[in-house]
C-alpha cells in the first residue's frame, strides 16, 4: 500500500478522518503565552470582558516557516483591505511593510518557542475608540508546506448555501458557511466539504481554494460565482502557467466536472496543498499535483 501511495495510485482508506486538519491546535501544540497590545499573558490566564468580544473585528492566520512568513505581505494587504472595509486607520504596526507586525509576530514564536513551523492567530479588536491585538501561535507539523501523503475524502455539503456577495471572496463573508459545514462534517467519513453557492456550482472547501485537472486543464471557481479566493491564488495561477496548464474559472464547478477530473486538489497559505483521492465512487491520482507542489515550495 505504501508503495502505491508513493506512486501517487490511491491506497485502502482506513481513517478518514486522520487527514482533517492537520493544524487543528491541542493542548500540545498552543503556545504557552499571548501576546496582547505588546505584551505576553500566560495562554491559561487569558480572559476577555463582553465589551472585547463584542469589539471583535476579523482575526487573520499567518504561516511561519522557521525564520520567515511565506506569505506575510499578502496577508499584510488582506489586512489592510478589512481594516478599509471596517473604515478604520491602518494601526502604526502595518507601516515600513509591515515591520512593526512582523517584529510582535518574531516575538511571539521566540516566547512560545515555535522555532520551526507554525501557525499564527493575528486578531484585531475596536474598542476605546482604537484598535487592540492579540497574537497566539501553535506548532505545525510538518514544517514546511509537505504534499499529504494519504489523499483526502471530499463530500457535498449542500444543507446550506453561500450566496454571491460583495464579501463572498473574503473569509470575513464566508466564515460562518465554513463554521456551519464544520459543524457537520463530524457525522459523516469525510476529511473536507465541498461548499456550494446558491446555483449548486462547488466553490471552495473551508478555507481553502479548489482545483480541479483535467489533462492540461486546470478548472478553478471565481469570486463572481461567490468563491473565497485565497492569498495564494497569484502564486497558483503563475505556476499553471510555468507547467502550460490552461486555466478557467469562468463555468463553475458541478459534481460531474469533480468526476471527469483526472486530479483534485486544494489549496491555502497555512497548509499549502492538499491532493483530494476521492469523491463518491471517484478516485483521483496526483502526477501533476506532484509538479505543482514542487513548484509551490520554490515559489514561496
Not at 493542548?27 to 491559561?44: C, D, H, Q, R
Amino acid at each position: 500500500m505504501e508503495a502505491a501511495q508513493k506512486a501517487g495510485i490511491p491506497g485502502i482508506r482506513i481513517n478518514s478522518n486522520q487527514n482533517r486538519h492537520p493544524f487543528i491546535p491541542d493542548k500540545m501544540s498552543m503556545g504557552k503565552y499571548i501576546l496582547i497590545n505588546g505584551s505576553f499573558v500566560p495562554t491559561a490566564e487569558y480572559r476577555i470582558s463582553l465589551p472585547e468580544s463584542e469589539a471583535f473585528l476579523f482575526s487573520e492566520k499567518i504561516r511561519a516557516i522557521r525564520t520567515a512568513f511565506p506569505f506575510f505581505k499578502e496577508n499584510l494587504e488582506m489586512m489592510k483591505l478589512k481594516l478599509l472595509i471596517f473604515n478604520l486607520s491602518y494601526p502604526e504596526f502595518t507601516d515600513n511593510d509591515g515591520a512593526g507586525l512582523k517584529r510582535q509576530l518574531e516575538r511571539t514564536l521566540t516566547k512560545n518557542k515555535h522555532f520551526l513551523g507554525a501557525a499564527l492567530t493575528f486578531t484585531l479588536r475596536f474598542t476605546e475608540q482604537k484598535i487592540s491585538y492579540t497574537i497566539q501561535s501553535e506548532k505545525c507539523n510538518p514544517i514546511g508546506y509537505e504534499l499529504n501523503g494519504k489523499g483526502l475524502y471530499v463530500e457535498l455539503f449542500n444543507k446550506i448555501q453561500k450566496p454571491v456577495s460583495s464579501l463572498s471572496n473574503l473569509s470575513i463573508g464566508s466564515a460562518i458557511y465554513w463554521n456551519i459545514a464544520q459543524k457537520h462534517i463530524a457525522n459523516t467519513l469525510a476529511d473536507e466539504f465541498l461548499i456550494v453557492n446558491s446555483l449548486d456550482q462547488i466553490i471552495e472547501t473551508p478555507e481553502s481554494n479548489i482545483y480541479l485537472i483535467e489533462g492540461k486543464k486546470i478548472r478553478g471557481a471565481s469570486s463572481e460565482q461567490g468563491a473565497y479566493i485565497d492569498i495564494t491564488r497569484p502564486l497558483m495561477l503563475d505556476i499553471f502557467a510555468q507547467l502550460n496548464l490552461e486555466y478557467t474559472e469562468n463555468e463553475g464547478i458541478t459534481s460531474e466536472d469533480i468526476r471527469e477530473a483526472d486530479e483534485a486538489l486544494i489549496v491555502n497559505s497555512i497548509e499549502g496543498i492538499r491532493w483530494i483521492v476521492g469523491f463518491e465512487g471517484k478516485r483521483f491520482l496526483n502526477h501533476t499535483i506532484r509538479e505543482i507542489s514542487e513548484l509551490f515550495n520554490q515559489g514561496i
